[in-house]
């Protein structure tokens, strides 16, 4: 199997892009005419049936449409989990479809706990549950997942273990909120926590780098902080960073000056709500408004 690092930097390359779409499907925020429907099928299928189909269709639809012109997709999980097992039935969907255009998919899970725990998250994110009978269950099969680095490297092994099968990891380091600093940007022997945890995703990459040159491990960065962003590609050179902030969070391209590393980048940009809602300021058909917000955020961010 391919490392993960090659299986995106391959994306990144052959759409000429490193746009990554954030699938964050809002009920509130969907159009009117795929709530209208799906309402009446609560009695058919139950409200949260209801609700985790209407997001499947939805997240299916933007996926169609911005398939050529984004490098990644990324699902954020706990909108899909707030609708139980349907809602999980649905997120499965969307892996399945992302897969369909060959794009890398990175779960937003944010996992991060103990170390048996950490493995059942990983199974669930990646596959490998035991089963009572045969093969250990498929899970998602997402190709990445977001993890939490605040128990320490122990509580990441059982996902990091999961790069030698193909999978990636993006690890928080910076994160794109306006509360980040309160913790990240604490100085701890004379280093800012972040840089700490920085330190840990390379001790963490070392060994796991694709033919790209670029490690399995990576870091979540955010574009609002600059500075930040700056120092943890400096102390990452062969990492992919996964940049949130852009688009609604209010960080532009200028961010992005000098990041690029390698011959794909070795970053990808996510935006979610600017490129899945974009329709609510274009009109129009959602799916082709999301297409044209993603083909200018590729153009905008350049670099290839």
């Known amino acids: 199997m391919t490392n993960f690092s090659d299986r995106l930097a391959e994306s990144i390359l052959s759409r000429r892009s490193g746009v990554c779409v954030g699938i964050d499907p809002d009920l509130s925020r969907l159009p009117d005419h795929l709530r209208a429907a799906y309402a009446g099928r609560v ?4 409200d949260a049936g209801a609700v985790a189909a209407c997001f499947s269709e939805f997240a299916s639809g933007v996926i169609d449409a911005v398939a050529d012109v984004v490098a990644a997709v990324k699902p954020q999980a706990a909108f899909f989990e707030q609708y139980g097992a349907p809602g999980w039935e649905a ?17 937003d899970a944010k996992r991060g706990d103990i170390g048996s725990t950490s493995a059942a998250y990983a199974a669930a994110v990646f596959g490998g549950a035991p089963a009572l009978a045969g093969a250990p269950l498929a899970g998602l099969g997402a190709d990445a997942v977001t993890v939490n680095p605040y128990l320490g490297d122990d509580a990441l092994a059982p996902f990091i273990e999961r790069c030698d099968h193909g999978k990636g990891v993006f690890v928080l380091a910076r994160t794109s909120n306006p509360g980040a600093a309160e ?20 001790r963490l990459g070392n060994g796991r780098v694709g033919g790209h040159g670029y490690s399995d491990v990576g870091a979540v960065v955010g574009a609002t902080a600059p500075a930040s962003l700056a120092a943890v590609r400096a102390a990452l050179p062969h990492a992919f960073l996964l940049i949130p902030g852009f688009g609604a969070q209010g960080a532009g391209p200028e961010a992005l000056v000098g990041l690029a590393r390698g011959d794909a980048l070795g970053y990808v940009v996510n935006a979610s709500r600017s490129i899945i809602y974009a329709w609510r300021e274009r009109g129009g058909d959602y799916r082709s ?9 590729r153009d905008a961010i350049g670099g290839l």
């Open 183 to 202: 913790l990240q940007e604490k100085v701890c022997d004379d280093l800012p926590l972040y840089q700490h945890v920085t330190e840990m995703i390379a």
């Open 91 to 107: 997120l499965r969907r969307v892996v399945a479809c992302a897969h369909e255009h060959d794009l890398p998919v990175i779960l």
């Open 289 to 297: 408004a999301a297409a044209a917000a993603a083909v200018e955020m």
């Open 43 to 46: 009695a058919e299928l139950g």
